[in-house]
């Protein structure tokens, strides 16, 4: 056995479940065959099982599943209408596939023969079923008749009555169909032909694999030991027992230490060792490393891309990060869809990359990561990016939007069509992608177990796909708050700070941005949301000299306050579902049971931004985030402050400081009228500063104090801008003070502790140096021209 | 539906009504309420039944009557409603007694809509009208998404 074993075994498992879970949905679909919501379902499990059955090279079954999701797919999106003859042809396609599972089992402990004869089907698969859908969908429609006699006078009826209904969509021809069916009936028993396509199938997806599996199946389910599943429901409730010992311990604890037994308190050291150790082997059933999953990429990625024709390396980083079990399960299918749309949509063909500039072998990053008790999944890929043309293209196409409204789309809102339901780029229908199964699936699946999805991509750039997964389902942590007398828990992973705000003695306090309450946080603004507001439980506001407390909150990219009544504690929650009664609630994400038994709420830090307009607000301004945060904010700027002579507070931008010297009157020399000293290995021009500015006074004569310099390079050369004294490093606004008649070789300024400083213009004095020095030199030197070259890109 | 059977009886102010015995669970006397907020009117909030959440369901609001005994109602009955645990909160519960189809009479027409909903029947007993509530329509009607 190698390891390959283990994930193929999982592989059947999985098959087996959903195909049980489909015979159940085609049943109950043939009751509502309205029901849009199970087509999807079954549609989605379908492609699973291509998907999966993809990356293990099942062709046979790849095509087979892949005929059955071409008829749903049309089912789905409502070009053919369900009838009692198409479910039962699917379920019977279901027989099929569940035949070949049995085999694969059956073949998996079986010793080389059988692998030939599978190969060899594949091969005439390969080579005869180069057929398009329709054809596939023919075939699928062969499947069911050699079932027996019986099926098969009904498979001839069930063909003619389907050609005579004249379905346009699928002109289907009634000659191969009989042609099929007669050839299976000579063939009844032994094995059809192998060199008509439709009995290939037919023949691959029954009539062998029973024979051998049936006698094999019984002896092969005994030897291999299945992984026990435990139900998932049982594992909980261990483990909300687990963690109630835990706290029992916790209360016990203390009274050993008061009583001083020796026998009791080696009793409760006893239990406390098990406790812990329970609960450690506890979590240990559940936390798995994110290898796991990962394990089967690079033969998916290899499959694909040779698929694709394309060259592809994979990059995996951090995957022993562990996270729980079922969460486990639940980003296997997202991230197989992601990796396949990178290799598929975004890696570029070897030509093309060649074209671009780029290497001919595309890479794919996978990396794993813990980050604020959540488990960070990057995918990353260096093709094209989302080609967002296309995207709006097709969003226009299917009347998602209009064509004057998407020219007013950014690229960042155009990414939300990515997540539709049955938005494909794509405009073939392959084996890989282009059924619009994906990016909405990724989406739901991730949403499901409380992640969340951020796409980053800029054009021709590649994709950078990054996914936020809670630690585990189970347990998080949580801070509590008092509203208005109730206790609420806000999940960790959303809290970037808690802030108590003085508005007596904070001059700005409240503002209004907007319409929106803001606050200034070490002087940027961040909106407000007061939780009492939110939830509908009063309509107080802060008074003028309240003391506020405000939980800084991070959701899907948007910082914003949350003010609360009281600060209470942290502490681990186990999450609870508020049930269908609440299901209209997007301010809760769930509630939990506190130790004396009462029960808090979770708050949904997502939902109620976006409950609040806060998101649409942001989001309707149709500039990019990253914009409105500078307009929110007012970005401070490092600056060097120091001395001239006349000007005592002046300031340059500690961008334009590339190092601090000193040197002393004796070091400086002379290169014709400029001011010089050697300075390394060359030498450095000095630039008095003070006689570029203007209120500066003129150098005081014949000082001996050694110089001051700040040394600044332009293109590489060092320029020695000679000061006063240097005093220190200070924060100070971007935005400056608009001086009222700009003064020579100062940029304006700030007001910093009641005092102002001048923000010299570093560009405008090495302009005014240069216009000095062209007067002089009629034949610029190389340094002069460099510095030239500058100048007029600063001018433009 | 058969009118007969056996049936908790309980009171909310003057009213006297009467639920199907076999889908309650039990009743309990300090169910401690946590109130939802932007949750269904009907529904009082979610209560912690030994670590299972009920939503508690305010069964004034429900009949769309008007509580005026001006007092907390005292118990809960926890009842099955269509598959989902609800805790139904009312002044006070009496006793368990057998009906007979005999003593049933359909809704009079002059009933008001909102009670009509869930009641599908009197039963005149000798003191008093039994209201007779269906305890699967308690949840049916209670809109999510409410405000």
């Known amino acids: 056995m190698d390891n390959t074993d283990d994930i193929l075994v999982e592989f059947i498992i999985e098959a087996r479940e959903i195909l049980d879970q489909l015979d159940l949905d085609f049943v109950l679909l043939e009751k509502t065959p309205d029901d849009k919501k199970l087509v999807g379902n079954i549609f989605r499990a379908i492609h699973t099982l291509k998907g999966s059955s993809g990356f293990f090279a099942f062709k046979r079954l790849e095509k087979v599943t892949h005929a059955g999701e071409t008829l749903l797919g049309k089912i789905r999106d409502g070009s053919l209408a369900l009838d009692k003859q198409k479910t039962s042809l699917l379920l019977v396609t279901l027989d099929a596939v569940r035949e070949i599972v049995a085999a694969i089992e059956a073949t998996h402990a079986e010793p080389e023969g059988d692998n030939a004869q599978l190969i060899e089907d594949l091969l005439n698969l390969a080579n005869g079923v180069t057929l398009a859908d329709k054809k596939l969908n023919e075939a699928v429609q062969a499947i069911p008749l050699p079932k027996d006699l019986l099926n098969l006078a009904n498979g001839v009826a069930l063909a003619d009555k389907k050609l005579n209904e004249a379905e346009q969509a699928i002109p289907l021809p009634i000659e191969p169909a009989k042609e099929a069916i007669a050839q299976i009936l000579e063939a009844a028993i032994p094995t059809p032909p192998p060199d008509e396509p439709a009995t290939v199938a037919t023949n691959s997806a029954t009539s062998a694999p029973p024979a051998a599996a049936q006698e094999l199946s019984v002896e092969t389910l005994q030897e291999i030991a299945q992984p026990v599943k435990v139900n998932l429901d049982l594992l909980d409730k261990l483990m909300n027992l687990v963690s109630e010992m835990v706290l029992a311990r916790n209360r016990l604890l203390p009274f050993a230490a008061d009583f001083g037994d020796h026998h009791f308190s080696g009793a409760v050291r006893t239990i406390d060792l098990l406790t812990q150790e329970l609960q450690e082997r506890m979590m240990m059933t559940r936390m798995q490393p994110i290898s796991q999953i990962w394990s089967k990429f690079p033969r998916l990625i290899r499959d694909v891309s040779n698929e694709c024709g394309k060259q592809v390396n994979l990059v995996q980083d951090g995957e022993d990060t562990e996270l729980d079990r079922t969460l486990l399960d639940a980003i296997r299918d997202p991230l197989v869809h992601i990796i396949r749309n990178c290799i598929d949509h975004g890696i570029e063909t070897p030509e093309q990359r060649a074209h671009l500039g780029k290497p001919a072998t595309g890479q794919v990053l996978l990396k794993a990561s813990h980050e604020n008790g959540m488990v960070v999944i990057q995918i990353a890929d260096d093709g094209g990016g989302i080609d967002f043309d296309l995207v709006c293209q097709k969003a226009i196409e299917k009347k998602l939007l209009t064509a004057e409204h998407a020219l007013t789309l950014t690229d960042i809102q155009l990414l939300e069509y990515i997540f539709l339901p049955g938005f494909s780029t794509k405009s073939v229908v392959t084996n890989l992608s282009g059924r619009g199964v994906g990016m909405d699936v990724v989406k739901t699946n991730i949403a499901k177990i409380g992640g969340s999805i951020e796409i980053d991509s800029p054009r021709g750039l590649g994709t950078n796909i990054c996914l936020k997964i809670p630690l585990t389902l189970a347990v998080m942590p949580a801070l509590f708050v008092r509203c208005e007398n109730e206790r609420y828990a806000i999940p960790q992973n959303s809290i970037v700070e808690m802030v108590r705000l003085d508005l007596a003695n904070d001059s700005s306090g409240l503002e209004d941005f907007y319409g929106l309450p803001v606050f200034r946080l070490r002087n940027k603004l961040a909106p407000l949301l007061l939780l009492n507001h939110q939830l509908n439980l009063s309509q107080k506001f802060p008074g003028k000299d309240a003391v506020i407390n405000i939980a800084l909150l991070q959701s899907g990219g948007i910082q914003f306050g949350l003010l609360v009544d009281e600060v209470l504690n942290m502490q681990e929650v186990v999450v609870k579902p508020l049930g269908p009664l609440f299901s209209g609630s997007t301010d809760f994400a769930g509630a939990t049971i506190l130790g004396n038994g009462s029960v808090a709420l979770i708050l949904d830090v997502a939902g109620m931004a976006n409950n609040s307009g806060l998101v649409a607000k942001i989001q309707a301004r149709p500039l990019n985030p990253v914009q409105i945060a500078a307009e929110v904010t007012v970005e401070q700027i490092p600056m060097l402050l120091f001395e001239l002579p006349g000007l005592e507070f002046t300031a340059i931008p500690l961008e334009c400081v590339d190092r601090l010297e000193s040197f002393t009157v004796e070091k400086i020399q002379k290169n014709g009228k400029r001011e010089v000293v050697q300075y390394g290995s060359g030498l450095m021009h000095l630039l008095r500063l003070n006689e570029y500015i203007d209120g500066a006074s003129p150098t005081p004569v014949k000082s001996q104090e050694p110089l001051s310099v700040i040394a600044h390079y332009v293109n590489g050369l060092p320029m020695g801008l000679v000061v006063g004294k240097v005093h220190d490093i200070i924060q100070v606004p971007q935005i400056m003070q608009e001086t009222n008649s700009q003064q020579r070789g100062l940029k304006g300024c700030v007001i910093l502790n009641g005092r102002v400083i001048n923000v010299i213009d570093v560009q405008e004095i090495l302009r005014m140096r240069r216009i000095q020095d062209n007067e002089i030199m009629v034949y610029p030197d190389n340094e002069q021209s460099e510095v030239a070259v500058i100048d007029w890109k600063m001018v433009q | ?147």
């Open chain 2, 1 to 147: 539906m058969n009118n007969a059977g056996d049936y908790l009886t309980f009171s909310l102010g003057k009213f006297s009504f009467g639920i199907i015995a076999t889908e309650v669970l039990e009743l309990n006397k300090n169910l401690s309420v946590t109130h939802v907020p932007k949750s269904p009117e009907t529904v009082r909030g979610i209560a912690n039944l030994r670590g299972q959440l009920v939503p508690a369901i305010d069964m004034y609001k429900r009949l769309g009557l008007d509580n005026t005994t001006g007092q907390q109602e005292t118990i809960a009955i926890i009842l099955k409603s269509k598959g989902m645990v609800v805790a139904l909160l009312v002044d006070s519960v009496g006793e368990i007694i057998s009906l007979e189809d005999a003593t049933f009479e359909p809704p009079p027409p002059n009933f008001p809509a909102m009670s009509r909903e869930l009641v599908f029947g009197v039963h005149k007993l000798t003191s008093r009208l039994l209201l007779m509530l269906d305890h699967t329509k308690i949840i049916q009607g209670i809109n999510g998404s409410k405000k």
